[in-house]
């Protein structure tokens, strides 16, 4: 809502932006696990079916190489926020801040009235009053059901809501599943209800790790002491107030603006006056800059709590700097690291292959008319990872100069492999012909494997098709004489 008075123009509270952003966040966490593509999800790290689906594609574990990017992705990214717009974060999208919004401003306050009002959260209810202990008990069971949907929507990320409720029905069989939704429930009731923002303050280590990734140009809530006067004094250990009114700040700065009204404290959630300059526990909820925009618009003056830099407001050498070097390489290094991601994504393998030659080399058997053949065995162990049952084949593609010379002796026909099952297939592969004449020692020729799916039409696939390196071991001529 915006209303002009002397001249200001009071824009809409940052914390409505907030509530519009924490909606849209609430929705897709809620929505995404439930829409699947080709019958993959957006994202599924499912340690029940051993398979990750990432952004609707799925990978078996063993394609669990592209879980590393997507760790760095995510802290990068974090990194990279904190630089430009410092704990943003944390105000803007974290789920602790998000359910203590939920719970504090939304349960508490607009539905059951315990506390008198969202702009001063120093106040605790009352608690000595009989109806504000039924209050207090209404409000822990909401949001206890509230705990548990989160709780249930968590754990789709790894059991999938079709799934999910399947074993739901029959609990006894899955009290693991169970248990762990109980217990990010009961955490998240203990963090909400009792800890609150001291979880932020003391808990959260990001809190620590931020004042080594500010520079001069982060934005964050900062007080104009130019302007509005100073009411701290810092003795190099500990800030001391040194102003309780506005009459006192007077008689030391007469050009000072603050009214010392202490909106900007009481309406922070984190327990902070951010008067006294940067802070650790400040988390860019931007709240005081909301309360003080109220009272200063009504004086027709801008606020004296702004989001902007140091740069800007304290150190007043500039306009504040976005797009610096330090930001231009994190977003440099975001998109090397989504086309990395990207790009082997779409290398997936549709089809799982690990070969192991047997501990014995080679078979040496001697034919009539002076004629032998060399048999070497192989363990093949594939997975199916499509949908349905397919059937699967291979050709062995030896050096050039030795075309259709090794060829398979076992397994003779195709063979059926049904999805997400390992198989473990016995492999022979025989040659009748003298591949090389080495008399001191046996040789070992690599030749390549190519293994497939049969489409519909009985032809090799296309896309469920693998390439494997292996080698063929040929006997030296002293075990062709000793089998004799």
């Not at 959630?269 to 800059?289: A, K, S």
């Not at 801008?302 to 007043?316: A, D, K, N, Q």
Request: glycine share 4%; charged share 25%.
């Amino acid at each position: 809502m915006s209303k002009e008075k002397k001249g200001i123009e009071i824009p809409k509270p940052w914390r409505i932006k907030r509530y519009y952003v924490y909606a849209m966040a609430t929705v897709v966490a809620l929505i995404l696990p439930w829409i699947k593509i080709n019958g993959n999800h957006f994202f599924l790290l499912s340690f029940d079916k051993m398979k990750l689906d990432l952004a609707f594609v799925q990978f078996d574990m063993q394609e669990m190489y592209l879980m590393p990017f997507i760790l760095m992705l995510l802290f990068i990214g974090i990194f990279g926020m904190t630089v430009m717009g410092g704990r943003v974060f944390c105000g803007w999208v974290c789920p602790q801040t998000v359910f203590r919004v939920i719970y504090r401003d939304l349960i508490e306050t607009k539905l059951l009235h315990l506390r008198k009002r969202i702009g001063n959260k120093q106040q605790d209810p009352d608690m000595s009053k009989p109806e504000n202990k039924v209050k207090k008990a209404i409000a822990v069971l909401i949001w206890s059901v509230l705990a548990l949907i989160a709780g249930a929507d968590f754990m789709w990320y790894f059991v999938p809501p079709e799934t999910f409720f399947k074993y739901l029905s029959n609990p006894s069989e899955h009290m693991t599943m169970l248990g762990f939704v109980l217990g990010v429930a009961a955490f998240l009731i203990y963090d909400i209800v009792i800890l609150k923002e001291n979880f932020c303050i003391y808990v959260c280590p990001y809190s620590r790790v931020q004042s080594v990734l500010y520079d001069e140009h982060t934005v964050m809530a900062l007080y104009d002491e130019h302007r509005g006067g100073k009411i701290y004094e810092n003795d190099g250990q500990e800030y001391h107030k040194v102003v309780e009114k506005q009459k006192d700040l007077k008689a030391i700065d007469p050009d000072a603006e603050c009214t010392t009204c202490e909106k900007c404290v009481t309406v922070c959630p984190t327990h902070i006056d951010i008067r006294q300059g940067l802070q650790l526990e400040c988390i860019n909820c931007l709240e005081c800059v909301d309360a003080c925009t109220t009272v200063m618009g009504k004086l027709g003056k801008p606020s004296l709590v702004t989001w902007s830099s140091e740069y800007e407001i304290v150190e007043r050498k500039g306009k504040t700097k976005y797009f610096r070097p330090k930001i231009i390489a994190y977003m440099v290094l975001l998109v090397a690291i989504m086309f990395a991601l990207g790009y082997m994504s779409t290398t997936k393998e549709h089809m799982l292959l690990n070969i192991n030659k047997e501990t014995r080399l080679y078979a040496v058997k001697h034919l009539p008319d002076h004629k032998f053949k060399v048999e070497n065995s192989y363990i093949f162990l594939l997975q199916n990872t499509e949908r349905e049952p397919m059937k699967f084949y291979f050709e062995v593609i030896p050096p050039k100069g030795m075309e259709g010379k090794i060829k398979i002796a076992k397994p003779s026909k195709p063979f059926r492999v049904i999805p997400d099952v390992k198989k473990k297939k016995i492999v022979t592969l025989v040659t009748y012909d003298e591949l090389v004449d080495n008399k001191r020692k046996d040789t070992i020729i690599p030749i390549t494997i190519h293994a497939y799916a049969l489409d519909k039409d009985g032809k090799p696939s296309k896309l469920v098709s693998v390439i494997r390196h292996t080698t063929f071991v040929f006997p030296k001529e002293s075990v062709f004489n000793a089998e004799k």
